[in-house]
């Protein structure tokens, strides 16, 4: 059975504005007689790649090539990333309509009058509608967003269950560069790459309330996504959660070719795959949404867990925390009615510029991160049995400045970090080491 899915994306606040100007400019257009029709006909630009015609109401043609020639190089990497075999694509072309004025296209009969009156971008089959955004960056990225719908369709033949239809899209879509430079599926740098994504600061919000979903509720979203930009988000999280490990990264790519089955089949194949390691996945998700932000780099960020990992029999660990890694597990689990004594000794070097600066487990008081001193240990508690609401737990974390003692009520992985910036890790040497010792 094939799924067909109505794309109506996400509305953030600047949309309303940019509608009162839209208004605007067609009301002032009649006003001045100026025939309203005009764009029909040689109104639009064309342009064409190898895998996408676009046709838009503004810009040149040049401006369209090169959101084209985005589009194409985008595409090389799709392949690459659902590993399809070579070919696969060779008659996979989009129709893409890129839209400052519906009422032209309407007029012109590229946008059915049936279509909903969608206020970001609409996906059927392989043509794709996008109502252009103030940001350049923001357009561009919802063609594409659109584009791994329409090669869901054309390959999987369905786009999957929401989390998944959005997630991977997101996945695929979030870039740097244009033109025949665009490199997809790249966690932004810093806001000034990616005007109007907002995917940050909506997840932000949510982490200062304590009410991020946990990955269960994530996986079981509503068909309807409600344009909800927050749950595009977390869709997203969920698909870089699956994707960037290798064993969840073949489920992740077997699940789709599943797109076109009802949900709850999509779900159950799905859930089978992952339940031996779910207490892993819930861990690294409960540290991913807790620390993700502009810069945040996988290379560094990845979690090595494993359901294999003893339990502590009490005797001394020493442990090496590295200031250039994100979260680093202490190598065991832990009880619930252990006592753990953390001694943190030693020094790093975070950032070389303008000058070294060195750091012991207290931090230095010179520059906060997430209101913390940059260079504080820091250690977290991380349930390795899953949580069951809808939302997750507060995220404790515990300042290791000094000998520090922790009682450990439930089964759980302890996790340590030197504070930096995430997107700053990569300039930081040398780091921590800490011997585990029975506390009490
Ligand atoms: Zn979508």
Redesign the pocket.
Known sequence: MTTHRI?I?TRPPFQSLFRVYVTTFVLLVVSNNVNAQRLVGDGFVTASGQYVTITADFGTKDSLSDLAASFDAATGQWQAFWQLPAGSLDSFHVTAYIMRDKDAFRAARYLQPQLPDFPF?Y?VGNTVWVVEQPGEYYTRHLLL??GV?ALSYEIFGGVGPSWF??GT?ELLSVHTGTGPKTQVNRVPLNRDTVPYWGRFKKMAERRDENKIPTLSTVLDFPADLNADVEAYSWSWAAAMLLSEYPQTADTLRAAAWQGNQIEEDFRHDLMRELKPIWPILAARWRLLCNTIDYGFDWQRERVPLSMKDPQWNGQPLNVRVAADQGWQSIGVRLPPGATVRLEPTGQCELAQQPKPWISQPPGVTIRYYRGRPLGQLLATLVPNVPEQGKTMEPFEVIAVEEPTTIVIKRHCWLMLRINDDVGELADNTGGYDVVVRRGG
């Open positions: 794309e994306e971008g996906a967003h659109e719908h239809a959005e899209a």
